[in-house]
């Protein structure tokens, strides 16, 4: 296997990067759970959430789909963008292409949400419906090539990374002794950035990754030493679904994570009561997932520390939101 280069996913860049976004990007609120059961919990330790799910879009993902817009050549930027996604990386792009003016057509699988479907369409995107899968990425790669369209990914590559890293370039300015941080994984566009900077920053503080117990490709990935491809995927947080994982951000995770846990979708949903009832914040699955790691799998290593969560994003309809949590009460209760 070829080794990936990543030396350009250092603090100088990320700052450089963070600073040229930041007219456009939310510097969005970090903010000290004042929680007595969190408080227990952690033994006399703090948590303290990064509100990500306040950024433009409900969802970091503005942070990357700008970033890469960004990037994009002056004599390729009146062809546009497009991206394929089940929902919130095609909201980020809809919006980040507007706030450059230059049009999108985003490419969205049918079983997304039509709420997050809607999102899209008001930040003025072209919509196109496609089967999940394969069918959804060929139909983004026929408009890039027909059309001429830069294609926005969702995880994958430098400027994804550079983006999403002010993420973790604010937290660790907000909150300088934070000892360990737990990000949600997807595809690794998230945890890649943050994972970089904070290892940058602060050496000994622990950066940990969650997945869902059906959709653990990175954990697969970084045990196998290079990236894989699910057979399937069984999850609700389908912002934490891609079925496989990449070159680039399998060497960044690799690089910089301490360690990864999964939760199952039962824990998930009694993560969003956590965050509803603990934190007075609704929050989308893949952000029920961090909590759910914290009071999970990783509790006894926290015990007694200085713990920040991402929390991802926030995009979702009010029915679906009603239904995972009951879900989690059933599970808590």
Wanted: charged share 20%; net charge neutral; hydrophobic share 45%.
């Amino acid at each position: 296997m070829n080794q990936i280069d990543i030396s350009e996913v250092n603090l100088v860049n990320i700052q450089q990067r963070t600073l040229e976004l930041s007219q456009a990007i939310l510097r969005t609120p970090t903010v000290r759970t004042a929680s007595s059961m969190i408080h227990s919990l952690l033994d006399g330790g703090e948590l303290h959430l990064k509100l990500e799910c306040l950024q433009h879009s409900g969802s970091f993902k503005a942070r990357g789909a700008l970033s890469i817009i960004h990037s994009i050549p002056s004599e390729k930027r009146a062809a546009g963008i497009t991206a394929a996604s089940a929902g919130n990386h095609a909201i980020a792009a809809a919006w980040a292409a507007r706030k450059s003016r230059m049009s999108a057509k985003v490419v969205m699988q049918s079983t997304a949400n039509p709420f997050r479907i809607a999102l899209a369409q008001t930040e003025r995107a072209e919509v196109i419906i496609k089967e999940p899968g394969q069918a959804t990425f060929a139909e983004a790669e026929r408009l890039s090539r027909d059309e001429g369209r830069t294609f926005v990914h969702p995880f994958e590559g430098i400027h994804t990374t550079l983006g999403t890293a002010g993420v973790g370039f604010e937290f660790m300015q907000d909150v300088p002794e934070l000892e360990a941080i737990i990000v949600s994984v997807g595809g690794g566009g998230l945890i890649s950035g943050v994972a970089a900077v904070v290892k940058s920053m602060k050496p000994n503080c622990q950066v940990y990754g969650v997945e869902p117990t059906g959709a653990d490709a990175m954990s697969q990935s970084l045990k196998a030493g290079g990236p894989i491809t699910l057979d399937k995927i069984d999850t609700i947080a389908d912002s934490l679904s891609p079925p496989m994982t990449l070159p680039f951000g399998h060497a960044v995770c690799s690089a910089y994570i301490d360690d990864m846990v999964t939760v199952t979708d039962d824990e998930i949903c009694a993560g969003m009561v956590r965050f509803q009832q603990e934190a007075k914040l609704a929050v989308e699955p893949a952000a029920g997932a961090s909590m759910a790691a914290l009071t999970g799998p990783l509790r006894a290593r926290l015990r007694g520390k200085k713990v920040g969560i991402v929390v991802c994003g926030a995009n979702i309809d009010a029915l679906t939101y009603s239904q995972q949590l009951e879900r989690g009460l059933r599970v808590l209760n």
